[in-house]
Antibody, heavy 119, light 110 residues
Framework: QVQLVESGGGLVKPGGSLRLSCAAS????????MSWIRQAPGKGLEWVSY????????YYADSVKGRFTISRDNAKNSLYLQMNSLRAEDTAVYYC????????????WGQGTTVTVSS | QSVLTQPPSVSGAPGQRVTISCTGS?????????VHWYQQLPGTAPKLLIY???NRPSGVPDRFSGSKSGTSASLAITGLQAEDEADYYC??????????FGGGTKLTVL
């Protein structure tokens, strides 16, 4: 079945780094755009980053621009989020989602991985 | 402060109809970008509920419907059921093609 599984979350000190992964299965990963979305404790959803199917087009939210890097390895059916210079306000559950574009939304979501930034 | 504005909460009794509004601007919804809606049940990941303003993915009951007009969109739920109690989010795009979400609306079934 179509599935996304995130991993790599954990506790990190302010200023530290973390790399999240998202493993895709059940569909042709290389055909789809992907996005990362996060949700701070008790808060709403915040889109973080988008990558096109080939990786040639990338967008970031202003809140993470210059600190986070999205990438993908289509041969490994995997999506990544490299997070540097982490701040307390980056504490959230991070979801990866299959992003089917402007007309179709994000139709498949992972279960999320928790990132906690604290000293 | 979310780019799209939703009411923080709505409520209704079983069987009733409720609507959730999503207000944007000329740089997102008003620019012609589609609106999508997501349902997040407690403790779970979001699920696509409505795409392309008014379309339901397979498996979503026809009690859920969406519409869009000008710089706003709405989600309507008819025949309210206890299992509909959840957080609902609208999502669209801005001129840089960044994805933007509403702040979310908590639906309480009385």
């Amino acid at each position: 079945q179509v599935q996304l599984v995130e991993s790599g979350g954990g506790l990190v000190k302010p200023g530290g780094s973390l790399r999240l992964s998202c493993a895709a299965s059940g569909f042709t990963f290389s055909d789809y755009y992907m996005s990362w979305i996060r949700q701070a404790p008790g808060k709403g959803l915040e889109w973080v980053s988008y990558i096109s199917s080939s990786g040639s087009t990338i967008y970031y939210a202003d809140s993470v621009k210059g600190r986070f890097t999205i990438s993908r390895d289509n041969a490994k059916n995997s999506l990544y989020l490299q997070m540097n210079s982490l701040r307390a306000e980056d504490t959230a559950v991070y979801y990866c989602a299959r992003d089917t574009g402007l007309q179709y939304g994000m139709d498949v979501w992972g279960q999320g991985t928790t990132v906690t930034v604290s000293s | 402060q979310s780019v799209l504005t939703q009411p923080p909460s709505v409520s209704g009794a079983p069987g009733q109809r409720v609507t959730i509004s999503c207000t944007g601007s000329s740089s997102n919804i008003g620019a012609g970008y589609d609106v999508h809606w997501y349902q997040q049940l407690p403790g779970t990941a979001p699920k696509l509920l409505i795409y392309g303003n008014s379309n339901r993915p397979s498996g979503v009951p026809d009690r859920f419907s969406g519409s869009k007009s000008g710089t706003s969109a709405s989600l309507a739920i008819t025949g309210l059921q206890a299992e509909d109690e959840a957080d609902y989010y609208c999502q669209s795009y801005d001129s840089s093609l960044s994805r933007v979400f509403g702040g979310g609306t908590k639906l309480t079934v009385l």
